[in-house]
């Protein structure tokens, strides 16, 4: 069973930054595949970034490569997302999620945080 609690949202000018982070409870997070979700008011949830748990390899969706950068610490059982150039189109909740055994870097996700808001103001 593993707990994750998201922080680090709020609201911030187009073409600023903010960071994200997750922190994970439990002794075996180094063995989940990590990753970052968001789900804008009135659409479904959508993959933004994915990080396997040794190795550190990295997946992003389109609308955010070269943007974002996706993280972890495993000493410190903490993932990381960081944006920078947000925009607009970024307003949504951010969720972070565990999974394992690895089954793909969008696949099903095991365990939720409770998520965070982020506001891009135009």
């Known amino acids: 069973q593993v707990q994750l609690v998201e922080s680090g949202g709020g609201l911030v000018q187009a073409g600023g930054s903010l960071g994200l982070s997750c922190a994970a409870s439990?002794?075996?997070?180094?063995?989940?595949?990590m990753g970052w979700f968001r789900q804008a008011l009135g659409k479904e949830r959508e993959f933004v970034a994915s990080?396997?748990?040794?190795?550190?390899?990295?997946y992003y969706a389109d609308s955010v490569k070269g943007r974002f950068t996706i993280s972890r610490d495993n000493a410190k059982n903490t993932a990381y997302l960081q944006m920078n150039s947000l925009k607009p189109d970024d307003t949504a909740v951010y969720y972070c999620?565990?999974?394992?055994?690895?089954?793909?870097?969008?696949?099903?996700?095991?365990?939720w945080g409770q998520g965070t808001q982020v506001t891009v103001s135009s």
């Open positions: 999620a565990a999974q394992y055994p690895y089954r793909g870097p969008a696949g099903s996700f095991d365990y």
């Open positions: 439990g002794r075996t997070f180094s063995t989940y595949h």
């Open positions: 990080i396997s748990g040794i190795g550190g390899r990295t």
